[in-house]
């Protein structure tokens, strides 16, 4: 069974730019969530997807990041504009009841704004 | 919300010994912990769990301890290996809540010298 999958896995922007990451989450699974991963520290969360429907985003910085699961599926994470302080982590995690909802995360994706 | 506390913040031992990293947690709604081990590159990968109607539970080298009434929990990892090196997390959740998001400590580098 593949994992979930994650493109790009390493993006460098100057800040300001435009910035997406896209996410594959296993098969199945209905459940799918983006965190921020900062240097030394642990996973938080960002949002969070039941199918298409966004059903925890208080944690996402709604004046420059925005997400879609548009299908149900797929999802894409973008910011824009970034910033210096947005250099992180972005980790996409999937998840279904079939599995008591524990999640499995993909690579992530290394982001660093200059 | 919830707060976990992870300590050490970094182990090292030598190949063979023991290491033990201890969580604690704020919530007692909590009732779901589980343990990830990050290697470099990747995203954080579920190694045990354990749930709060169990005081216990081994896993070949690993073993997770939880007390609820002091609302801590430990991650005991014997006959270290050197691919035994990573970053571990520790993690609580409400499994009754509905919203699935656990809550992670700020993770372990354990070093395994050969």
Redesign the interface.
């Known amino acids: 069974e593949a994992g979930v999958v994650q493109s790009p896995r390493y993006k460098i922007i100057e800040k300001k730019q435009p910035v997406a990451f896209w996410c594959n989450p296993i098969s199945g699974h209905n459940t799918l969530y983006w965190y921020r991963q900062n240097l030394g520290q642990g996973p938080e969360l960002l949002i969070r997807y039941e199918n298409e429907e966004a059903v925890d985003d208080s944690q996402l910085p709604k004046d420059r990041f925005s997400a879609e699961r548009l299908k149900g599926v797929d999802s894409t994470l973008k910011i824009q504009p970034a910033e210096l302080g947005d250099s992180a982590v972005y980790l996409c995690a999937s998840s279904s009841r079939g599995t008591s909802y524990e999640q499995y995360f993909g690579p992530g994706t290394r982001l660093t704004v200059t | 919300g919830e707060n976990?506390e992870?300590h050490p913040?970094t182990l090292s031992v030598q190949e063979g010994d023991s290491a033990v990293i201890k969580c604690t947690y704020s919530d007692s709604a909590s009732n779901y912990f589980?343990w990830?081990k990050q290697e470099l590159?990747?995203?954080?990968?579920?190694i045990i769990?354990i749930r709060s109607n169990v005081g216990e539970k081994k896993d070949q080298r690993i073993a997770v301890t939880l007390n609820k009434t002091a609302k801590h929990f430990s991650l005991h990892i014997t006959e270290t290996q050197p691919e035994d090196s990573a970053v571990y997390?520790c993690?609580a959740r409400d499994?009754g809540g509905g919203?699935?998001?656990?809550t992670?400590?700020?993770?372990t580098s354990l070093i395994v010298h050969p």
């Open positions: 976990v992870q913040s589980p990830y590159g990747k995203g954080p990968q579920l769990d997390f993690a499994q919203s699935y998001i656990p992670f400590g700020r993770g």
